[in-house]
């Protein structure tokens, strides 16, 4: 396929705030791939949380540096263009990628760095693998701040002494935290997990060994799983810090947000969020 020029479709906003009307269709030039980049030919991106509120100004005035903007980070598509000193794609290879904080998902074509972007296997349509980056990686880091193993040979010994590791996974039903659940279970843990009471079914599904309603007294009280074992905890709901965090240290006994406040998920609330 040759290498496009000129111009393409896009989906744009010229400043902060205005929402879903404030998105405006454009002709743009398309964008060149440079060192190290790849020009993918669209086929599916994601809207993530990130993208209203970058719009809605809450990162400004770094976050979009500069109008009209693009909105998008999630990209899935067909290598077009590589552009210099890619040697790991070729025209024609299916991806997936991360462009943040460049964005530029909502066009026929966009840019990513060679580094951020990875083949996609045909079983993974565009649409699935368009929902992965963000999210998906966001979980990833997290289980691996909390020091999660993700070998496949650890896999079989959990955390490398013949345990599995005991991992607590909050907002597990939301964006971040049903990735957490899967990998967490892929890596072979025991995953205690909690949501809203209309997705234990759904947590359970995915592969949580325990799923808890956080808005029931139980969900503060819920013990740690018999038989010891190292105990991470990752959680995927806002606190006082910005976004999903995870930490290592064992709590003593009982998984309880009332011994270690701050570093525990919220108490329930009567109310969302
Ligand atoms: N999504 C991303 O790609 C991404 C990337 C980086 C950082 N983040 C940050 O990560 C955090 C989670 O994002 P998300 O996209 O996963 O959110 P989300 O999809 O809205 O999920 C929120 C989760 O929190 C649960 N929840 C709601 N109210 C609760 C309460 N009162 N007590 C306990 N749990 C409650 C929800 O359970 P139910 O729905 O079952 O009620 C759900 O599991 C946010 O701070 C976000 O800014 C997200």
């Not at 005035?61 to 909105?71: L, Q």
């Not at 460049?102 to 951020?116: D, I, K």
């Not at 290592?248 to 969020?273: D, E, K, L, Y």
Request: proline letters at 9%.
């Amino acid at each position: 396929m040759a290498a496009p020029s000129g111009t393409m479709r896009a989906v744009q906003y010229d400043r902060y705030g205005g929402g879903a009307q404030r998105l405006k269709h454009a002709e743009v030039p398309v964008p060149s791939p440079s060192k190290g980049e790849v020009l993918i030919r669209m086929e599916a991106t994601s809207i993530n949380r990130v993208d209203w509120k970058f719009q809605k100004g809450v990162a400004r005035p770094v976050m979009p540096r500069k109008f009209p903007f693009i909105s998008g980070f999630d990209l899935a598509g067909e290598v077009v263009e590589v552009g210099a000193g890619v040697c790991e794609f070729k025209p024609g290879d299916k991806v997936i990628a991360i462009n943040f904080p460049g964005g530029g998902g909502l066009a026929e074509y966009a840019v990513a760095s060679a580094s951020l972007t990875a083949l996609r296997p045909p079983e993974v349509s565009a649409a699935q693998g368009a929902c992965l980056p963000v999210a998906a990686v966001t979980a990833l880091r997290a289980l691996q701040t909390a020091g999660v193993s993700l070998d496949p040979d650890a896999a079989r010994g959990g955390d490398g002494t013949g345990r599995r590791m005991n991992v607590l996974v909050t907002g597990a039903s939301g964006g971040v935290g049903h990735f957490a659940v899967q990998l967490a279970r892929l890596g072979g843990h025991n995953v205690t997990a909690t949501c809203g009471a209309r997705n234990l079914g759904l947590v359970r599904e995915l592969g949580a060994d325990e799923a808890l309603d956080y808005g029931t007294p139980r969900a503060p009280r819920c013990e740690a799983p018999p038989g010891g074992g190292t105990t991470r905890w990752c959680t995927a709901r806002r606190r006082r810090s910005r976004g999903p965090c995870s930490g290592r240290r064992s709590p003593p006994r009982a998984w309880s947000w009332t011994s270690r406040p701050g570093s525990w998920p919220a108490p329930p609330r009567s109310s969302r969020s």
